[in-house]
């Protein structure tokens, strides 16, 4: 029999209720019925080895182990993937719950794709490196070795907002568990996307897509910035009932703690050079306030905030006036700000939805080395344009 922790997730202390429903249904046999029941009797929140069922059961490990699958089955005890940080597959645990429940969003597996033997490329580099594949970016990841990429810089087709030639969806659950692979250790993920509105109110999609990153890839959710645009192609009415939507979400995760970080500080001090802002003051070890002997003035420029506005629109976000047959590219600037925010020179950045190109022609101008995927041949040949010396 397999191992796997089992959880009982019973509501009352006293009595282990075991449902008539549950009692009464013929599907399950009555070892399964039994196991049930013993589950439900152990205190609340108490954790057993699926292995030692044995222990408690005079059945053999083989009809133990098929009456659990019947629980299992009908969903009375839910099967839950296990997987470290870095998205690999670690064992399931089981939990029980006092009455049967809907499968949550998060049992469903996410395998990471394995079309394509990683292990097998042995120069990754050679196949990967300053390379645009007119493919689904989950090809390109599986060329792909673990900890690999510095800076994954991109924006997902969203709610069907454009079309993309059709590929406007995407294997999304499949494609974060891939990034999160491919990242490097303190590696970055700029994920920058919005909500549609369906039936006037707004998806959420983007907070489900942070969520799943943060809660199941097990990536730190290391700051949810703000990209500001100056126009935007649905302004409200006076009639309407919504303020007109002007910014998307720039959701930067990291692999444990981000390794770059080169602050951009462009923002200036209205009282630069100036120290008199009265006497500073700090806490001895006595805990008495004393003043602060160095005080340093106030610098020229400090670090901008996390709300980023960028002039977008034709001729605006790029010069490339061609480029512009792609429905959606966002600013060169914005791409280029975060490479150099998360990224050093020599430093891999990818772009597993690379559009126009945008993320890797600064990546390319900046000395960074790009890789980029995108499904659809028309983009890729604006992409080859934009590249080209
Ligand atoms: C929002 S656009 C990216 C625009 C890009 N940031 C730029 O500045 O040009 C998303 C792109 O992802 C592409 N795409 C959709 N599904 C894909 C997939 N599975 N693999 C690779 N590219 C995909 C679409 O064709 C579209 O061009």
Aim: hydrophobic share 30%; net charge positive; aromatic share 12%.
């Amino acid at each position: 029999m397999e191992s796997g922790r089992i959880q009982n997730l019973r509501t009352d202390y006293n009595y282990s209720t075991v449902p008539t429903k549950i009692l009464n249904d013929n599907r399950l046999s009555a070892t399964a019925k039994g196991i049930l029941a013993f589950l439900l009797s152990l205190p609340s929140n108490h954790n057993i080895n699926k292995k030692d069922l044995p222990k408690y059961f005079k059945e053999g490990y083989y009809a133990l182990n098929q009456a659990f699958e019947e629980l299992v089955k009908h969903r009375i005890v839910h099967k839950v993937e296990v997987r470290d940080k870095k998205g690999h597959f670690k064992g399931y645990e089981y939990v029980v719950h006092e009455f049967p429940k809907k499968r949550f969003g998060e049992q469903k597996k996410v395998l990471p794709s394995r079309n394509f033997r990683k292990s097998e490329i042995l120069n990754p580099d050679d196949i990967l490196i300053n390379k645009v594949f007119n493919e689904d970016c989950l090809i390109t990841m599986s060329k792909m070795p673990d900890n690999y990429v510095d800076l994954v810089l991109t924006s997902p087709p969203y709610d069907h907002l454009r079309s993309y030639n059709g590929n406007n969806k995407f294997d999304f659950e499949k494609i974060a568990v891939e990034l999160t692979r491919i990242i490097k250790n303190g590696g970055v993920i700029v994920w920058i996307v919005g909500d549609g509105i369906y039936k006037g109110s707004e998806t959420g999609t983007s907070f489900k897509q942070a969520l799943f990153f943060k809660e199941y890839c097990g990536l730190r959710l290391h700051d949810t910035m703000i990209f500001e645009k100056n126009t935007t192609t649905y302004p409200s009415k006076p009639d309407g009932i919504r303020y007109t939507a002007s910014f998307e979400f720039m959701f930067v995760f990291s692999k444990g703690k981000p390794k770059t970080v080169n602050l951009i500080a462009d923002k200036e001090n209205r009282w630069k050079g100036t120290t008199n802002f009265g006497q500073k003051t700090d806490r001895d070890e006595n805990d008495q306030l004393v003043p602060v002997k160095k005080f340093k003035p106030i610098p020229e420029y400090s670090p901008r905030t996390n709300i980023w506005k960028y002039i977008t629109g034709n001729g605006y976000s790029t010069e490339d006036k061609f480029a512009h047959q792609h429905p959606a590219i966002f600013p060169e600037q914005l791409a280029c700000d975060h490479i150099l925010t998360w990224t050093n020179e020599g430093d891999i950045v990818y772009d597993c939805f690379a559009g126009s190109g945008t993320v890797l022609k600064m990546a390319k101008q900046l000395n960074r080395k790009y890789i980029g995927s995108e499904i659809v041949k028309e983009y890729c040949e604006i992409i080859a344009k934009r590249l080209q010396p």
